[in-house]
Each structure stands twice: as structure tokens, then as C-alpha cells.
């Protein structure tokens, strides 16, 4: 239907264009004066007739599909392996901080209990030490979840590669011109028909229920 439409609009419009080539030779008979201002006219509507062909071809060629990665992340195997890994890494700095707040607290202790008999350059120097570690346990808190966050993000990516590689290839065999992803993107519509979700499962040897 398509097709045939285009096809009926492309008879239409060069038949006006014929019609206005013939008006055009009368009016080089008779306005002479003016036919360099007819013939830039016949140009631009050429011009103008182009691009519209144009842009319905690029309309008629493009197909557009879509895909949920986190639906398939979260069903990938690997993940599992993944999420343990950014929990071992998670206890890791939780221990590393319980040892410098051990360590905090022990001179800290001593610093309270030895006080009197310290020196003032004693004082001074046991002073600018807990200093020193109290702010470097707040600095980890601090940056304790980023490096989580960064670690979890090493871990994905090999993950989100292999996703990556298989939308790839399901939409050259799927004719696909763009695939968008629906993670986070709110579409007013999307046909079903188009998401490549329980393809790309299926070729990543994920059951799909």
C-alpha cells in the first residue's frame, strides 16, 4: 500500500511538473524578461519535490525496535558470580574501617589515660596523630559506596559487552536500522511486536518462561 501510494504521489506530482514546464514555454514567448526568474523557480520546485522523496524513502527504509538490558542482565548466570564478588569487596572495606576505628580508639584510650604525664610536644604530636586518623575514617566512609559503585561497574561491564554484542547481532539478522533500550525511557507506545528482549535471551541461552 505503501508502495503504490508513493508511486500514485510520484505521478501526480510530475504530472504537475509537465503542466508548469508547458506554462512556463508560454511564458517564455511572451514574458521574455522574466525567464530567469522562471526558470530559478522550476529549480526550486525540483529542489523542494527531491528532498520530500527523499525523506519518505528514508522513512519506508528505517525500522526501529527495542530491548530491556537490565531484564536480561538480571537473568544472565554470571550475575550471580558478580554480586558475590561486590559483596566480598563490600566486606573487604567494611573490615579495613572496623581496623582503623579499632586503631582510633585504642590511641585514643591511651591518649585520655597518659595525658598528665605527657609532654606538651607529646600532647601536640599525639593530638595531630588521632587527628590524622579520624579524618582518614571519614574520608573512607566517605568514599566507601563510590568504591563499591566502581567495583560493581568493573565487574558488569564484560556483562553488559556480551549483551551489547547480541543486540548487535539479532538486529542485523532482525533488519533493524535502531534498537532503543526501555530501561529508564518512558515511550508514549512501542510495539511489542518490535522488542528483540526474548530473542536476544533465547541466543544468550537464557530460558525464557
Do not use: C, W
Not at 53 to 82: D, F, H, M, R
Not at 184 to 199: C, M, P, Q, V
Request: glycine content about 4%; proline content about 1%.
Amino acid at each position: 500500500m505503501i508502495t503504490k501510494s508513493l508511486f500514485i504521489k510520484s505521478k501526480i506530482t510530475l504530472l504537475l511538473i509537465n503542466s508548469q514546464i508547458l506554462d512556463y514555454k508560454g511564458a517564455f514567448s511572451i514574458f521574455g524578461q522574466h525567464r530567469k526568474y522562471i526558470v530559478m523557480k522550476l529549480k526550486y520546485s525540483f529542489v523542494i519535490i527531491a528532498i520530500a522523496l527523499t525523506s519518505l524513502n528514508i522513512q519506508a527504509q528505517s525500522k526501529i525496535g527495542t530491548v530491556n538490558v537490565n531484564e536480561i542482565l538480571s537473568k544472565l548466570p554470571e550475575l550471580t558470580t558478580v554480586n558475590t564478588n561486590v559483596a566480598a569487596y563490600n566486606s573487604g572495606l567494611e573490615k579495613t574501617l572496623n581496623e582503623k576505628i579499632t586503631v582510633y580508639k585504642t590511641k585514643l584510650a591511651a591518649y585520655k589515660k597518659n595525658a598528665a604525664t605527657y609532654s606538651d610536644v607529646m600532647k601536640k604530636t599525639m593530638g595531630d596523630e588521632l587527628y590524622g586518623l579520624e579524618n582518614d575514617i571519614k574520608k573512607f566512609q566517605q568514599n566507601g559506596s563510590q568504591l563499591t559503585q566502581l567495583r560493581q561497574d568493573e565487574l558488569l561491564r564484560p556483562l553488559y559487552k556480551k549483551i551489547s554484542d547480541m543486540i548487535a547481532i539479532v538486529a542485523k539478522e532482525q533488519k533493524y536500522t535502531q534498537i532503543l533500550t526501555v530501561d529508564g525511557n518512558e515511550f508514549a507506545y512501542a510495539d511489542e511486536k518490535f522488542d528483540i528482549t526474548t530473542i536476544v535471551k533465547t541466543k544468550l541461552g537464557i530460558p525464557v518462561k
